[in-house]
Nanobody, 124 residues
Framework: QVQLVESGGGLVQAGGSLRLSCAAS????????MGWFRQAPGREREFVAA????????YYADSVKGRFTISRDNAKNTVYLQMNSLKPEDTAVYYC?????????????????WGQGTQVTVSS
């Protein structure tokens, strides 16, 4: 049974930083592409960042490029999202997602497994 458990969310002031973690189990993590998505109240879920199996290829939404960094530690079965220069519009529930294949993609429909999400709130 695949489990993805996010942590690291919370309340932060605008301009601050948070690091989200997603611990994976029940899958061959080192062969899985990973992604982060977010959903704000009243809005559809949107892509944030993705990373391929090796960490050699990463992708970002334009809205977070230059501020967020996705990374992974295959020895720890964990993917991270470092979020800097946070803005109130970054407020959302952040979800970790995994693919059963190595290539990273930006479409949420192509991810096979999902975590429960962690709330990130950025105050102005």
């Amino acid at each position: 049974q695949v489990q993805l458990v996010e942590s690291g969310g919370g309340l932060v002031q605008a301009g601050g930083s948070l690091r989200l973690s997603c611990a994976a189990s029940g899958l061959i993590f080192s062969s899985s592409a990973m992604g982060w998505f977010r959903q704000a109240p009243g809005r559809e879920r949107e892509f944030v960042a993705a990373i391929d199996w090796s960490g050699g290829n990463t992708y970002y939404a334009d809205s977070v490029k230059g501020r967020f960094t996705i990374s992974r530690d295959n020895a720890k079965n964990t993917v991270y999202l470092q979020m800097n220069s946070l803005k109130p519009e970054d407020t959302a529930v952040y979800y970790c997602a995994a693919r059963a294949t190595r290539a990273a993609v930006t479409s949420d429909r192509r991810y096979d497994y999902w975590g429960q999400g962690t709330q990130v709130t950025v105050s102005s």
